[in-house]
């Protein structure tokens, strides 16, 4: 159970320069090491090492050795999967500590991160455990002459390539199902969350994972992760991130040895409010929680509010009403349901656009300012922007902050065209009663995931993948399997 006593244990605690963990090793970067700066005051509190491409290269290596030796790729099955589970009990011996240790690094309120960080990655490492000796082979229906054997294999090194969001919950949707399925690992966490990752790496090895199967390479996307893309030692890149950069890994796998890409990128996703949903006020309540949870930075994010006409005037002072009684404070005080904006950047970055909607001719009804400047943190108001159109950048463009755009349709018709009318297709949501229409909107409304009647919260039992420019292949389910083993058929003639 989640106490303030607990969180507070560990909310000051003195953290040590940062290192890479290489081979089982942790080792200096050869750059000079970053500051890491606390984006709930401002201020730095440790630092991480800044890899070089010739760290990184190292790093490849022993992955790639590790592979070979089979030191992972070739142990028995129970003892991977004993070792998985090993991981999972650690990370919940460990929960608050590592979850304090994000939240100081990232600003994601601990209402949130205890369950979507270290709840959500120990119960990731688990379901992969599992799978690992549930998973067979196949026996192809050929002719009686031959026989068709269709062996399922590890595909060699796995770079992956995370995000600052929700770094350990999205770390082990990419390293778990790797590892279950026998990969070795070279994990490139963001600048401005790396810290709960290296712990991660610590973790993994107390658990008994062997050394060299994973390494955790910090430093500049731009930089590291670029040689991680780009090196024809790494066979499949998983990644999630911005658009752009997925863009770029794409162009390192055609220039390099063409390794696999998988991609969640971002995500403008509409939320569609039909006039005959179940329960109206539930409707504006998850609709503001969807899009105002981690201040927004959330790639599923239900950042456009789509509303019938005949109810949107009442809806939105609904939606007002919810996300005016929004708490924004330090997110380590359990008092707080929002917490801190990533970092300076972002926050700049989230301003602007409300700017550019305010230019534009959209109306900003609530927030859109940086509010509690005196902490030195970054934090801002809860947004809301209606009159938003089709053409706006507000409707077209990811914010990644708490910055709701919202529209508004008469028929099914003109909420189905708005609802796809962007370059994005992650997640959706659909609110009304009527079963015949909530069947009709999942098949046309263009999303990887498509909630009705809630929104979020769909767990590790159901793939999360994009469609259109939000990517490809899955994170989560046993589909996600599929991104980290090759097919090698066996035809032997009898
Ligand atoms: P965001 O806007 O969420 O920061 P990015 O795509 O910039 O999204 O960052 C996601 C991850 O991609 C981070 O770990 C970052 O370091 C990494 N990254 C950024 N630029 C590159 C690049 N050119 N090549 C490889 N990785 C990159």
Redesign the pocket.
Known sequence: MLDQGLINKYRNKEIPAQKLFIDGNWVNGSGADFDIISPIDGKPFTSIARATVGDMNKAIKSARDAFEKGSWSNMPPAQRKKILHNLSDLIERDAIELTVLGVRDNGTEINMAINAEAGSAAGTFRYYAESIDKVYGEIAPTANSVLGLIHKEPVGVVGT?????FPLMIGAWKIAPALAAGNSIVL?????ASLSLLKLAELAAEAGVPEGVLNVVT????L???A??LSMDVDVLA????????R??LE?SAQSNMKRCYLELGGKSPNIIFSDAPDLNLAAKVSAMAIFRNSGQVCVAASRLIIEENIHDDFIKDVIKHANQLQVGNPLDLSSDVGAINSET?LKSNLKYVNIAKEEGADIITGGNQILQNTGGYYMEPTVVTNVSSNNTLFNEEV?GPVLAVSKFKTEDEAIELANGTEFGLSAGIWTSNLSKAHKMVSKVKAGVVNVNTYGGADMTVPLSGVKQSGNGADKSMHALDKYINLKTAWIQL
């Open positions: 390539i995370v995000p600052w969001n490139k966490p963001a600048e401005t430093g500049q996307g731009s590291v992760g670029k991680m893309g990644f999630t991130g911005s658009g752009p950069t997925g770029q890994l390192y972002q990644f």
